[in-house]
């Protein structure tokens, strides 16, 4: 496993990073500009893991109750248990994979992705060069349907098998163009804890190693794991623990960013 030599972000070159328009959506979850992009504090992790082991929601401790423990799901959830993240291959079959991937760079040709920077700030864009859009829950195509049922089923067997209490998730397309990445951050969003599974999957038929584009996943021993962003890949984290960036690419690199998020309770806000 290599070795980082690069030291962590300090607060000043990733803290004055806030989320572009796109982010700021209406709904009571999302402070879009308020996106934190520095490491948080130990005692910010300590918190958000201590906050990790939660109540199942109600319709979860039913289905344990009426269902046998499904399979499908074990041995991500079992590797996200020990270590924090796991890579599921083939989490969509190629064929609804295919029709996601057509679909993201439709709308990117329609111009329908807003790119993903800060205002003005034209280091933003060196920090973040992706352009996105949210999938709409109340008007998901037939192919997002597809996504959204799987991270369903995924979410509900977290819930059930590690108790993380899990209420809803979030999820948005994202096109990298070539040269293109994502400098190293943490997936939370400033005074507001609710992502704590992070879910990137990939659309990109064909990818080659050599086309660069890798997701680097900072372990914490820090050394790091590059996952490469395959069509029907879906890579999963705890959004709290893992910082993460995304190396430029050769060619366009699509995928759909997912985060599920728990219910943060009205004292915890008061807190932060
Ligand atoms: C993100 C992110 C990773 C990827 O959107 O926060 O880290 O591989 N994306 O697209
Ligand atoms: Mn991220």
Known sequence: MPVVDAPPPTPDSFGKLVADPSEVRSGEHVKGDEFLERPLTETEIEMLVDGLIRDAAPEEVMNVSVNSRSSEF???????????????????????????????????????????????????????????????????????????????????????????????????YAVYRPGAGYARHLDCLRNDDS?????????????????????????????????????????????????HEVLPATRDRLSIACWMRQRVHAEARAQL
Do not use: K
Not at 210 to 239: C, I, K, M, N
């Open 195 to 243: 992502r704590v599974i992070s879910a990137v999957f990939y659309l990109n038929e064909g990818w080659q190693d050599a086309e660069g584009g890798a997701l680097r996943l900072y372990l914490a021993d820090q050394s790091y794991h590059d996952v490469f962003p395959r069509a029907g890949t879906l890579l999963l984290f705890l959004s709290a623990q893992f910082e």
């Open 74 to 172: 074990d041995i991500a959830t079992t590797a996200l248990a020990g270590n924090g993240w796991c890579v599921v291959p083939d989490f969509l079959s190629q064929t609804q994979t295919q029709a996601l991937s057509t679909e993201c760079m439709d709308m990117h040709d329609a111009q329908l992705l807003t790119p993903a920077r800060v205002g003005a700030d034209r280091v933003a864009t060196l920090l973040r060069g992706d352009s996105t859009r949210w999938f709409q829950p109340e008007a998901l195509s037939t192919r997002q349907q597809a996504f959204a049922d799987r991270i369903e089923a995924l979410r509900i067997a977290l819930n059930r098998d590690l108790f993380l209490g899990l209420v809803d998730s979030e999820s948005h």
